[in-house]
């Protein structure tokens, strides 16, 4: 068996703020810091050992704050740098820790940097971006941009375009620039020297972009990614911002959009070489959809486990998992994966599945309350620039209707994960005292919310409390062998974690239609004991039953 390191990320869960729909505190229908300060012991009530902000910087929002215009800010929306420094103090007298959202693959085009570096070619500041000259009157290549059709933006003065993977509201860095370089780590060192905690690395293995800007192949968006997404300079560029942050006691959580397992394990694997301490994938965020979200599928079961397992087991004695089943870049889980009609049971074996993986398990705002996605009537209604595109694309290639196209994004679009969070059935799901809050709040917030789970033991939420604290008192969680069981079942995701002698079996169904179960050979369901369900048993030691709706065990063999 790999040996495994202890290390204090290894052993914390993470709550994601999206902070703009977190908690309003001034009646302005926008989410703040002192929003989120007021909900610090709630968030620590979870169990939790650290808050992760997407990002809380200046911002013009065209991508609601991952296109930032001042690093060393705070958004004045969102309050000021001395309100963030009480929640830091609040954060760490609470026994947790706060992580920031670090975005240097781009930044606004409203920064000064980008401003300065389009006043002329001879700017010091030009060079700080990507810029070219086209090719007669096209652009330098094809490349297409995430977000919004071509990847250049001309400028007429200067003659050149400017390179933007996402927005054009987004020119990308020109991280071959070292003093592009030492910029970043300057910011780093600003909120480490603050007391932060360490960052999670905004698509950081975009930032190293192929000698040349050869053409790529072409693709509906985002064409020329190979030729970015894992750039031959990235590794030197990582380990210059890792000796920066190995001087502090904190870590990294690295975004890697289609990086691949392969190349994972290589950036996360402990020794000399390291260059994260975990990788954000999105390969199981892929079980219902192809390449995207957008392209969807039915939820495959099978593809599940098999690419989390994939993970699970290559990391192990290697690297560190990073779990997490929702963030703001993601359509929310129980409408995808789980079920509206079990929407609380179906949460909750959604929960067990990756919550006692081994990795650090992250929970996004709301998820512990199990929202759901919201439908809008209007195209107009939504906010995000890629809903946007992809409207231009769905209406374009495949002439969906606005209606079928907001029909579709109902289930798949990030931005329903980004409406306000339901405190309570009062006004504005008492998420603002304002009229208007910034974004839609979903209908059902009357029934889904805050308080009413607090009150109920049953609730979702004290299921999430259950599993933080069986997690901090159960080291198998952290640090066990993870193996699959039942490999093909279609509707049951079945694993076992092994550590010093002790075995832990994870049992959940993916169906609302009794599944049998037979306790896995070597196992007696009678010797362990049931720590975790989600339905009153009955008769825990029998070793094959029928499962309920969504049902979830956990047994623990001492
Ligand atoms: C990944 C972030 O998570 C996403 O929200 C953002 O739109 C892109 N990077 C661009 O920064």
Known sequence: MAEITRKWFKEMSVYQIWTRSFCDSNGDGIGDLPGVYSKLDYIKSLGVDAIWFSPIYPTPNADYGYDISDYKNINPEFGTLDDFKMILDGAHERGMRVFMDLVVNHTSDEHEWFKESSKS??????????????????????????????????????????????????????????????????????????????????????????EGLPNGIPLPVATGVEHYKHGPHLDEYLDEFRAVTNEYDCMTVGEGPMTSLKD???????????????????????????????????????????????????????????????????ARIIDRYGSLKYRVQSGKALATMYFLQCGTPFIYQGQEIGMTNISVDHLYEYKDVMTFNNYRLFSGILHLSEKQFLKLSSKVNRENARTPVQWNSGKNAGFTTADEPWFKINENYKEINVEAAEKDEN????????????????????????????????????????????????????????????????YN??????????????????????????????????
């Open 459 to 522: 609730s979702l939420l004290n299921y999430y409390r259950k599993l933080t604290k069986f997690r901090k008192e159960n080291e198998i969680v952290i640090y066990g062998e993870y193996n699959l069981l039942y490999e093909n079942s279609k509707n049951l995701f079945v694993y076992e974690r092994l550590y010093e002698g002790q075995r832990l079996l994870v049992i959940t169904s993916f169906s609302e239609n009794p599944v049998k179960f037979k306790a896995p050979v070597g």
């Open 264 to 330: 994972a394990v290589e950036l996360c694997s402990e020794g000399p070489n390291q260059k994260l301490d975990m990788l954000i994938s999105f390969d199981h965020m892929n079980a219902d959809c192809m390449v995207t979200d957008w392209i969807k599928l039915p939820f495959n079961l099978r593809k599940l486990k098999n690419t989390m397992t994939k993970w699970q087991k290559a990391m192990y004695g290697r690297g560190w998992n990073c779990l997490y089943i929702e963030n703001h870049d993601h």
């Open 525 to 558: 369901l009678s010797e362990g004991e049931l720590v975790l369900q989600n339905y009153d048993v009955i008769d825990p030691g029998k070793n094959d039953f029928y499962t309920k709706p969504y049902e979830a065990r956990v047994y623990l063999f001492k």
């Open 121 to 210: 070619v001879d700017n010091p500041y030009h060079d700080y971006y990507i810029w070219r000259k086209g090719k007669g009157n096209k652009p330098p290549n094809n490349w297409l941009s995430v977000f919004e059709g071509g990847a250049w933006e001309y400028n007429k003065n200067l003659d050149e375009y400017y390179l933007h993977v996402f927005a054009k509201k987004q020119p990308d860095l020109n991280m071959d620039n070292p003093k592009v370089r030492e910029e970043v780590k300057s910011i780093m060192r600003f909120w480490l020297d603050m007391g932060v905690d360490g960052f999670r690395e905004d698509v950081i293995t975009f930032i190293s972009k192929a």
